[in-house]
């Protein structure tokens, strides 16, 4: 199977920096994506990685070694509001578009 | 603002019944997605579709059916609902390229009693 590996909960204190890990299968990798998804919502994109390497965008960035299978999703600054849920998913060659994701870190910031 | 729209937030239907749950987009996307989403599951693939008229099996496609007749919308079809559908679907929608991420709707929470 194609199984992507995030942990299930994360706790943050606001004003922290949290890293949020991802493991996928790395055969047939195409390319990395983040989500995040506030309680009752759609998912919104937050980043694309597809050559190793850290891509920054203001107060979140995201990590990709291809070799290693493994991803990272950094997250600075933390805001109360940054409590969501953050999803990985891989898309494998073959499959077009076609997304496999993982079963989401549930981050919670707290005072 | 570009949209994925979802015909139905909250749906309740009963056992058996054929359920329509409808998604369109107003991005011109030519693929098109319907996931369902649990607990402790995350997102699961049911159908996708890169054209008009043309459907894909995901992951999890026993028991739905799914229609794309126009570019811009994609039904999915519960033949004879089951207490087991019972989930949050999700439609989502992207252009052609592996580098282009998703547009999600704001999903259908389903109950079937």
């Known amino acids: 199977g194609q199984n992507i590996d995030q942990p299930t909960e994360m706790t943050a204190t606001e004003g922290a920096i949290v890293q949020i890990n991802c493991t996928y299968q790395t055969s047939g990798f195409n390319g990395l994506f983040w989500y995040q998804q506030h309680a009752g919502e759609a998912p919104t994109f937050l980043s694309y990685?597809?050559?190793?390497g850290l891509e920054e965008k203001g107060r979140f960035s995201s990590f990709l070694s291809r070799s290693k299978g493994y991803s990272y999703l950094l997250l600075k600054e933390l805001q109360m509001k940054d409590s969501a849920s953050y999803l990985c998913?891989?898309?494998?060659?073959?499959?077009?578009?076609?997304?496999?994701f993982g079963t989401g870190t549930q981050l919670k910031v707290e005072l | 603002d570009v949209k994925v729209t979802q015909s139905s937030r909250y749906l309740v239907k009963r056992t058996g019944e054929k359920v329509f749950l409808e998604c369109v987009q107003d991005?011109?996307?030519?693929?098109m997605f319907w996931y369902r989403q649990d607990p402790g599951l995350g997102l699961r693939l049911i159908y996708f579709s890169y054209d008009v008229k043309m459907k894909e099996k995901g992951d999890i496609p026993e028991g739905y059916s799914v229609s794309r007749e126009k570019k811009e919308r994609f039904s999915l079809i519960l033949e004879s609902a089951s207490t087991n559908q019972t989930s949050m679907y999700l439609c989502a929608s992207s252009l052609e390229g592996v580098n282009y991420g998703y547009t999600f709707g704001s999903g259908t929470r389903l109950t079937v009693v």
């Open positions: 990685n597809v050559l190793d």
């Open positions: 998913a891989v898309s494998f060659t073959g499959g077009g578009n076609k997304l496999t």
């Open positions: 991005m011109d996307h030519e693929n």
